[in-house]
């Protein structure tokens, strides 16, 4: 069968002379690993088309009987190197893709991970973003899509509104509590052995706009290098603590090195 699908360069790995055999995170199939032939000859049209972090139209042969399918053609969509090189972007790039690739299944379509990851390259790609803030967005939504999207309007424990609790109560912190997911008053946190982290009242508020924000750009919402570091390793905690839920140990602990990075 012949079919036609967009996809992300997960991974590349050399094969034989001129070929490569790649991870791709598809549109219509989810993750599958395929092998392009002839990819590294410099005279071949898909030469450079396959590398890591690309997004690709690509035809394959594809055949529910093999493991590793036929790459016939593709036409490049977007590219890490343009508008040009950049190694923060690539830093937040390679966390994003090797998040998707050890963290899902092969052959598990998933239309909502798809479009999440294509559109937050479209963003990393483009010039003036905030690389960091969008990684932390990313993260925000992988775990919503995950089924553990965090509670950021009212107290996980007491159920108060926050924002009015915030107000009334004069508080400078609240707790971010690790599961349930989700924001919590210093005085309904303070007695329950839930690992938690205590944080300022703007990080609980950028987190809030980051969560209710359909594409972050620029420095909309956060303007520190220290909170957007913060809030990315709050999240690249809560997103690894979650994950271990639903992948085997092996898997996660993968994941949880990735994160790390």
Request: with cysteine; aromatic share 6%.
């Amino acid at each position: 069968m012949i079919v036609k699908t967009r996809a992300v360069i997960l991974r590349e790995v050399k094969y034989r002379d001129q070929s490569k055999i790649c991870a791709l995170y598809t549109r219509e199939f989810g993750k599958i690993s395929v092998i392009i032939k002839g990819a590294r000859n410099p005279k071949n049209r898909l030469s450079g088309l396959f590398s890591a972090g690309n997004v690709v139209d690509v035809v394959l042969y594809k055949k529910q009987s093999r493991d590793i399918q036929l790459v016939s053609d593709g036409n490049l969509v977007l590219s890490p190197m343009v508008p040009d090189p950049d190694m923060e972007r690539f830093a937040v790039l390679y966390q994003i893709i090797d998040l998707i690739r050890t963290g899902t299944e092969s052959d598990e379509k998933n239309l909502p991970l798809f479009t999440l990851l294509a559109g937050t390259l479209q963003q990393l790609y483009r010039s003036r973003v905030n690389f960091r803030q969008l990684h932390a967005w990313f993260l925000l939504r992988l775990v919503s899509l995950m089924g553990f999207q965090p509670l950021l309007s009212n107290c996980v424990f007491s159920g108060e509104d926050l924002t009015t609790a915030i107000r009334k109560m004069k508080l400078t912190e609240l707790y971010f509590v690790m599961n349930p997911g989700g924001l919590a008053l210093p005085a309904a946190a303070i007695q329950s052995s839930i690992k938690k982290r205590l944080i300022p009242v703007r990080l609980a508020e950028q987190l809030a706009a980051l969560a209710s924000a359909r594409h972050p750009a620029g420095d909309t919402f956060i303007s520190s290098p220290e909170d957007i570091d913060t809030l990315c390793s709050l999240l690249q905690e809560y997103c690894a603590l979650h994950m271990e839920h639903s992948r085997s140990r092996k898997n996660i602990s993968i994941v949880e090195q990735i994160l790390v990075k």
